[in-house]
Every structure is written in structure tokens, then in C-alpha cells.
T-cell receptor
Framework: DAKTTQPNSMESNEEEPVHLPCNHS???????IHWYRQLPSQGPEYVIH???SNVNNRMASLAIAEDRKSSTLILHRATLRDAAVYYC????????????FGKGTLLTVNP | NAGVTQTPKFRVLKTGQSMTLLCAQD?????MYWYRQDPGMGLRLIHY???????AKGEVPDGYNVSRLKKQNFLLGLESAAPSQTSVYFC????????????FGEGSRLTVL
């Protein structure tokens, strides 16, 4: 299974942009890049996903490297409610259904 | 639209007891998953299902059994609970794999004494 690598933790200030990196050097052509976040005592929630092109939604933006071996989740203006663990995972559009979540990045947002 | 619902949300068991966790989704999703999360860890896949009547092993299947008799329900069973199975269990579902988002339940906290 293709793996992802993320920093254990990152810190940001409120109302500043946050760039959360993810490396996935063994990504295959059918793998979609997904981001989820988990607030304390809650289940993970979907943030954004993409295949090859950069993506934007109301929550965040996803920037995907041209070779697809890395990606960056961008929170344009961090709020205290964005403090969470962020998971970058690869989900295959082929026959591999085993979705593995690493430890993710713990984002701390300072007021 | 309730999404993914897990019951019970909390349970305390004694070693050797059995129990079943129920996951229900009302989104007509084909794929369903059971994960466990231990303190400071990510989510580890226990079992998954790619459709009604099908199940498969994930990363940490030992000590658990599952059934998917109805498309909307995915049951996780512990036949003889052990303290090592103390964890928070999350169910998830998705319409398909690949470019389809996962929807998670709120979790079930299980303590085995």
C-alpha cells in the first residue's frame, strides 16, 4: 500500500494561512489524495480530495505537485476551530480498498 | 439524513464477555469500514466490506468478526473481549472507493476490564 508522510505537529496563529505538507512518493496512478481532520473526541471529517489538479472548496485548498509525489493542504485563514489532527491518505480507485491512516499532523492554532 | 450512526457510544465489558457494535448508514453506500484508534495513534483498519454479503480483513482483524447482511448495516463483533481491545472504534462508509469521500461515525468507546 502506498504510504504518506506528514510532520507530527505544526503551529499557526489565528487568521494566518497554514500549509500542511504530505509526502507520498510511492503514489500510483489510480490513487486519489484525500485529507481528513479529526477534532478532539470526534470522528474524522472530510476536508478535500484530488487526483492531479489543484482543488478548492469552502474549507481549504489542495495543491498537488506536478509529479504527484507530494501535496499541501492550505487553510487560508486559520481559526481556533481548525485546531485538529489532519490526515493525508491515499485512496485507490482500483482494487485496493485497505485505507490506512497514519498518525497525521497535530495542528495547534494560537489566538 | 443521519449519515453514519454507531451504537452503543460507550460500553464497559469484562474480559471474556462478548458484544456487538452496530454501524448503520442511510446513504446507500457500498463500502463500509471498521477502524480502531488507540491513544496517540492513527486509525487502524479492522475489517471492511465492499458490498452486501461481503467482508474482508484489514490491518488488525484478530479477535474480531464482522457481518454485512444488509447493505445499510455493518456489525463488528467481539466474541471474547480482551483488555487489549480497549479502544475507540470508528465506522466509516463511502459510495465507492477512489474519488468518493469517507463518512465517519462519532465513535464507540469500549473499555475491557
Amino acid at each position: 500500500d502506498a504510504k504518506t508522510t506528514q510532520p507530527n505537529s505544526m503551529e499557526s496563529n489565528e487568521e494566518e494561512p497554514v500549509h500542511l505538507p504530505c509526502n507520498h512518493s510511492t503514489i500510483s496512478g489510480t490513487d486519489y489524495i484525500h485529507w481528513y481532520r479529526q477534532l478532539p473526541s470526534q470522528g474524522p471529517e472530510y476536508v478535500i480530495h484530488g487526483l492531479t489538479s489543484n482543488v478548492n472548496n469552502r474549507m481549504a485548498s489542495l495543491a498537488i505537485a506536478e509529479d504527484r509525489k507530494s501535496s499541501t493542504l492550505i487553510l487560508h485563514r486559520a481559526t481556533l476551530r481548525d485546531a485538529a489532527v489532519y490526515y493525508c491518505i491515499l485512496i485507490s480507485g482500483g482494487s485496493n480498498y485497505k485505507l490506512t491512516f497514519g498518525k497525521g499532523t497535530l495542528l495547534t492554532v494560537n489566538p | 439524513n443521519a449519515g453514519v450512526t454507531q451504537t452503543p457510544k460507550f460500553r464497559v465489558l469484562k474480559t471474556g464477555q462478548s458484544m456487538t457494535l452496530l454501524c448503520a448508514q442511510d446513504m446507500n453506500h457500498e463500502y463500509m469500514y471498521w477502524y480502531r484508534q488507540d491513544p496517540g495513534m492513527g486509525l487502524r483498519l479492522i475489517h471492511y466490506s465492499v458490498g452486501e454479503g461481503t467482508t474482508a480483513k484489514g490491518e488488525v482483524p484478530d479477535g474480531y468478526n464482522v457481518s454485512r447482511l444488509k447493505k445499510q448495516n455493518f456489525l463488528l463483533g467481539l466474541e471474547s473481549a480482551a483488555p487489549s481491545q480497549t479502544s475507540v472504534y470508528f465506522c466509516a462508509s463511502s459510495y465507492r472507493t477512489g474519488g468518493w469521500e469517507l463518512f465517519f461515525g462519532e465513535g464507540s468507546r469500549l473499555t475491557v476490564l
